[in-house]
Structure formats: structure tokens, C-alpha cells
């Protein structure tokens, strides 16, 4: 299973309209809140007092489902509200009279909790849910009044039955739990985007580490009892993750981290905690991948915050600087695996898919984790081999020290690394930032010639429109070995010559995969993904009736999340991608009669089913999936949507036996 599809992460965040900054660490609002919810009721009741130190109008909001039982600003009582979507707005005027006090008191109740939710579904809902099992009340479902648009500062009293545990992101200041129940009262003091609140019947663990400047930090896991044993292992590796970023980039700029478990398979990162699914915490490598991820956010995301309306930066950089490190820090094959996945993914989407890293918010579908995650952080290694790590790293930390706890664009970031690098960035960051779609490159020519002092290699490269300022990295092969050469490619068709005093035997193009680029067709195997992500691909069901059919279709629009494009078994292919389903021995009459390769040995005759990608001699591709009975196809509704990265797959029933992307061919010329 692959991490990037169960448990990647959304920052809960909130759209701030542009021109509105944090340009203090004071927030201009603060709220005041204390709630009573009852998880088995699933009921709250809340008053907060808001504190607005600003004399501009302010829009109030509140999900519908709740109502108010007492509002009023200053002395007067509330006006009138306005409904949009799910959500009440009031509108307050402006006024010169600081600072102004707005006391709503609220109820209402929550819907039921749904742990049959899977990870996408869990991810694109923003109700309030609650059960004995778990209550989790997103900041955009609007379960308390708040100022739309703006940050702001937080107290916060919680009070839970006894048994019950509830937690928001910020300091935890002080709890009891006695025959009442259990209080607690947190604070964020620094302006933040809104409170997500969760609660359960949690075990809790905690333990403290000194900070790189002396300050204590609380470590704590909120786990459910049945995942409690696994607290120590996940303490100590938050620790390492806070101790590995603040040698990297600064001090860690609160005063706890906290793990979070939930009944549902979530993952999102807030300030000072995450909040993953316990199915996704029992997990191996969670610990190792993930989990370091979220730490990270609490600098990028939830410690600067992206400027949303110009292009989320926080998931490339967190992406460079936790899983890709990780990889890195493994051994350079990995970190060449990652890249490869990361190019492979973008190749399999049809060209126009994309869109430029500047329109990225957050994760929706696939195409826009490609961009906004892989290729922000390709972008981010472009851009440490453009300067060295030492200055990359120098320009992260003057990018944290000016825009903690405030918003910043990615024309900040580009700030930064002019002014520690003396470079001017302007193309890279808009060749990079602006335009959708990645470059193609080829080694159009090579040649070898004698010269006086040894050998000259000369290259020619060329790139499609529109054209990019690239460093290529290209490889010049001798028989002791392999020189490394960055050709700085400018137009559509440009000739290099490079002095060698060893015989050149080959020329390779960027062999190490450095360079964002649309790989060419042998550079990049067809995998599963493409039929996932490709809106053009077509659907071949071959069971025509009964089980088999009804399986076969469900498979299929589970791979695809939209409607599908049905073509008939007996109708040539469309030059697009291409999916077909079917029992084994559909599959291969079907293959047979439209002349395509028959299955492949390395998937021949194993397992209950099989599904593989084929690259058709019209170009386009073809992902096959066939099994042995209706019951083989049925057991691949749920795992096969997770091996988008592979090539071939084999399962047993619901279990992938083998899998396997197939070898890819880097460009080379041999010199002659
Ligand atoms: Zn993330």
C-alpha cells in the first residue's frame, strides 16, 4: 500500500482573502469559548465572548445547524442573519468604539459519527460527528461563532463526560476530571487560521523534551485503548522529528505536539498536533514517513502560513523536507525511486491535466497532489542544486525568522533565496510557478570527435515550446566511469561541445532524474495511475451480465471517481488510454482479437487476479485487470485503487501478492 493514498495530510486550514495579514504576532480577534458537548447526545452548548481590537466591518458566522440562544455586540442584540450553504452570517459594522465585544451563546447537535467513511470521502466532509468512539468537529463545519477571514487568538474551556478526553490545537493550560467529568482549557495565543476539536475515550501519554533554546515541550499521544501500547514508540519519534527541524531550520514554535487518534481514516496536521486514523497509526512506516511530515507542518503551513490565493507552498516544502529527506537520508537509490514515482505520476497524466503550482490550495483529486505536492518539491531539489545546500538551507532559515506566525507567498520564499544567494531567481520561480505542464528535452545528436588534446563530444539538445531555461544534467560515459556535465539549455535547439581527454563511449540525458521534466514514452512505462487520473480513458467491461458485470463495474468506477466512458468489447480502442475488465479467459480472447500482447509471464497464471499496463502500438496505453471469478473481481474493489504506482499487480483475493512497475529506459546516445 502506498502512504501518499491513505494518509496525506490536509492542513485544516482556512482561505484568507488576500491584503489580509498578520502583520503582528497580535491577533486582532480573540475568542473566549467554553463548551459542554455530550459525544453520546451528540450535543453542544457553548458562549464565547469575542474580543475585536479592529474597527472594520466583521462578518460573524455559524454552521445552520446551530442556534443561538443570546447574541449581542457591545450593548446591542445581534441583527439578522444570512444564510450560504451551511453556513449563518451576520453582518457588523464597522465602529470607532475598541475594543468591540461580541457574546454569542449557541447550541445544537452533531451528526453521527461514520467510521465506513474512506479516507477521500472523510477528507472532502466538513460536518461535526460525534460518538462514544470519537468526535471530531472541523473548524470549516462552523460548530463555534467566529469572524470570517480573519486570524485570531483562542482560550478555550472543554467539558467532556467523565471518560472522555478532548483536545484543540494549544497549550494545554490546565484539567481535572472528577464525578462531573473532565475539564480542560487550552490557549492559543498567536493569531491562527480556527479550532478543530476532537475528543474520545482517549488513553493519554505524555512526556517533555527541552527545545533547542531551554523551553519545555509536552509530548502527549491521545490514543484509543486499543492502540495504547504504541505510544511510547510514537513520543520518541516526535522527538526526533522536533529535534532533526530545529537544527534545520529553528526553533519549534510552540509548546506541545500531540499524536491524535480517530475512529475514521483521517489524516490532517494542525498546529501543535495530528490527527490520524487508527488503522493508519497501527501502520509500520507511519512513524517513519508521515508522522514527520506533520511535525514539519507546525513550521511550514501552520507556523507560516501559505498565501492561498497565490499558491499553497507549505505541501512542497514540507514534502522536500520530510518524506524526500527521509529518502535521501536512506541512500541516494531511494531518493532517485521518489523522484522517478514523482516523474512517472506526472507522465501518466494527460497533457492540459495540470495546473500551474500558483492555482494549488490543497489536495482535491490526483492530478493536483502531482503538481502541488511532487512537483513543488522537485522544484524546491531544482532549486538547492541551483545553490548549494548551504545557501538553500541559509534562505529556510531568514524565510522562518520573518514570517513566523504570519502569511507568505511564494514570492517571499523567492525573496528570501535572491537575497541569500545574490542571484536573481525571477525565471525559475516563474518558469516553475506560473505555467502548467513540464518541459520536454532530448538528445536530438552526439558525436564524437578527435581532438589535439583528446576528444570532443558535442550534443545537441532540444526542448518543446514553450521554452524553458533549464541546468540538463547530462552524462558522458568512459570506460573509468562516468562524468557528470550541467549543460545550461536556453532555446529549442542548442549545441554543447565538451573537451574530454578519456574515449567517450555514451551520452546520457539527466540519468540521475534531477530535472522536473515530461518524461519521454521509454523514460516512463505505463502504470496503473494514468487510467486513474486520465479523464479521456475509456472502459471496456467484458462480463456482459450477473456478478461478474455488477463487480466489473463497481472496480471501474471505483478506479476512476467519475462517470465512465463505456466502449464495446467488440468496438476498436479510441487513441486514448484505455481500461479494460474482465474474467481470464474474456481477457485473453479479448487481447487476441485486437491483436495486443498476451499476458505478460511475470503475471501468468498467478494469484486469484492480475492487473497490468501495456503501451499499444498506437500509442496509447491499456491497463488490463482480469480474475478468475466474480468473486477474484470483487475482492479488488478496495485494494486496487492504492497500486496507482505500479505497472503489474498480483492479488489473492484482497491481498497483492507481487507488483512491480516495468524497467524504464533512460535516453542515451552511444558515441561512434
Ligand atoms: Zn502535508
Same mark, same amino acid.
Given at each position: ?33 467554553? !463548551? ?69 451563546? &449557541? ?65 494545554? !493550560? ?129 507556523? !507560516? ?36 514515482? &514523482? ?56 524565510? &522562518? ?8 507567498? &511564494? ?19 516563474? #518558469? ?39 541546468? !540538463? ?112 479467459? #474474456? ?86
Amino acid at each position: 500500500m502506498e502512504v501518499c493514498r491513505i494518509v496525506t495530510c490536509i492542513l485544516l486550514s482556512f482561505l484568507v482573502s488576500t491584503g489580509t495579514s498578520a502583520e503582528t504576532a497580535h491577533a486582532e480577534i480573540n475568542y473566549d469559548i467554553t !463548551v459542554r458537548i455530550d459525544p453520546v447526545a451528540r450535543t453542544i452548548e457553548g458562549r464565547s465572548v469575542i474580543t475585536a481590537t479592529t474597527s472594520e466591518e466583521l462578518t460573524l458566522m455559524l454552521g445552520r445547524r446551530f442556534e443561538t440562544t443570546h447574541a449581542r455586540v457591545d450593548a446591542a442584540p445581534l441583527g439578522p442573519s444570512a444564510s450560504t450553504g451551511g453556513m449563518r452570517a451576520w453582518r457588523i459594522a464597522g465602529s470607532q468604539h475598541m475594543p468591540r465585544r461580541i457574546v454569542v451563546h &449557541w447550541r445544537g447537535e452533531f451528526s453521527a459519527l461514520d467510521t465506513s467513511l474512506d479516507h477521500p470521502q472523510t477528507l472532502g466532509r466538513d460536518i461535526p460527528a460525534s460518538s462514544d468512539d470519537g468526535t471530531f468537529l472541523p473548524d470549516s463545519s462552523g460548530w463555534y461563532p467566529y469572524i470570517a477571514g480573519k486570524l485570531a487568538s483562542y482560550r478555550l474551556n472543554i467539558e467532556l463526560p467523565r471518560g472522555q478526553r478532548g483536545i484543540v490545537p494549544g497549550r494545554l !493550560v490546565e484539567e481535572s476530571e472528577s464525578d462531573e467529568g473532565y475539564r480542560a482549557r487550552f490557549e492559543f495565543l498567536s493569531p491562527t487560521g480556527g479550532i478543530d476539536f476532537m475528543a474520545g475515550p482517549y488513553k493519554v501519554e505524555t512526556t517533555a523534551m527541552r527545545g533547542v533554546s531551554g523551553k519545555s515541550i509536552q509530548l502527549r499521544t491521545y490514543f484509543h485503548p486499543q492502540i495504547a501500547d504504541l505510544a511510547p514508540a510514537y513520543l520518541n519519534s516526535v522527538k526526533g522529528y522536533i529535534e532533526l527541524y530545529e537544527s534545520w531550520i529553528g526553533e519549534y514554535p510552540f509548546t506541545e505536539f500531540s499524536v491524535v487518534s480517530s475512529p475514521t481514516p483521517t489524516g490532517f496536521g494542525m498546529p501543535t498536533l495530528t490527527y490520524l486514523g487508527i488503522e493508519v497509526l497501527r501502520l509500520p512506516f507511519i512513524r517513519s514517513t508521515s508522522l514527520g511530515h506533520e511535525v514539519l507542518h507546525n513550521w511550514w503551513g501552520n507556523g !507560516v502560513y501559505p498565501d492561498y490565493a497565490r499558491g499553497n507552498w507549505s505541501e512542497g516544502l514540507t514534502t522536500f523536507m520530510a518524506d524526500y529527506a527521509y529518502k535521501e537520508r536512506e541512500s541516494p537509490d531511494a531518493a532517485r525511486e521518489m523522484r522517478r514515482g &514523482w516523474l512517472r505520476d506526472f507522465a501518466a497524466l494527460a497533457p492540459g491535466q495540470d495546473a500551474p503550482l500558483t492555482t494549488f490550495t490543497s489536495r482535491t483529486h490526483g492530478a493536483s497532489q502531482i503538481v502541488g505536492y511532487n512537483k513543488a518539491a522537485m522544484t524546491f531539489l531544482m532549486l538547492r542544486d541551483l545553490l548549494g545546500r548551504e545557501s538553500f538551507d541559509r534562505a529556510l532559515h531568514a524565510f &522562518w525568522r520573518e514570517h513566523r506566525f504570519r502569511i507568505a507567498s &511564494w514570492a517571499d520564499l523567492q525573496r528570501a533565496f535572491q537575497a541569500v544567494s545574490r542571484q536573481d531567481l525571477y525565471m525559475f520561480f516563474d #518558469q516553475w510557478l506560473t505555467r502548467a505542464g513540464a518541459p520536454v528535452v532530448r538528445i536530438a545528436e552526439a558525436g564524437r570527435t578527435k581532438s589535439d588534446s583528446g576528444y570532443r563530444v558535442t550534443v545537441i539538445l532540444e526542448q518543446n515550446a514553450p521554452i524553458y531555461r533549464l541546468r !540538463v544534467p547530462v552524462a558522458i560515459r568512459t570506460e573509468g566511469g562516468e562524468e557528470l556535465h550541467m549543460l545550461d539549455l536556453e532555446s529549442d535547439h542548442q549545441t554543447f561541445t565538451v573537451d574530454m581527454r578519456v574515449r567517450p563511449l555514451e551520452v546520457t540525458l539527466d540519468p540521475d532524474l534531477r530535472l522536473f521534466r515530461r518524461l519521454m514514452p521509454d523514460e516512463a512505462p505505463p502504470i496503473l495511475r494514468q487510467i486513474m487520473v486520465d479523464r479521456t480513458t475509456t472502459t471496456v467491461l467484458l462480463p456482459e451480465r450477473g456478478e461478474a458485470r455488477s463487480a466489473a463495474e463497481t472496480l471501474a468506477g471505483k478506479l476512476q471517481n467519475r462517470d465512465l466512458k463505456l466502449v464495446s468489447a467488440t468496438d476498436a480502442l479510441p487513441p486514448v488510454p484505455a481500461l479494460v475488465i474482465g474474467l481470464q479467459e #474474456q481477457v485473453d480472447g479479448w487481447l487476441a482479437q485486437h491483436k495486443l500482447p498476451r499476458r505478460p509471464d511475470i503475471v501468468q497464471g498467478k494469484g486469484s487476479a492480475q492487473a497490468w499496463t501495456v503501451s499499444r502500438p498506437d500509442g496509447g496505453m491499456l491497463a488490463v485487470v482480469s480474475a478468475r471469478d466474480a468473486a477474484s473481481l470483487k475482492a479488488l474493489t478496495r485494494p486496487l485503487p492504492h497500486y496507482g504506482r505500479q505497472s503489474y499487480v498480483v492479488f489473492d483475493g484482497a491481498k497483492a501478492i507481487s507488483r512491480g512497475a516495468w524497467p524504464t529506459r533512460v535516453q542515451a546516445i552511444k558515441l561512434e
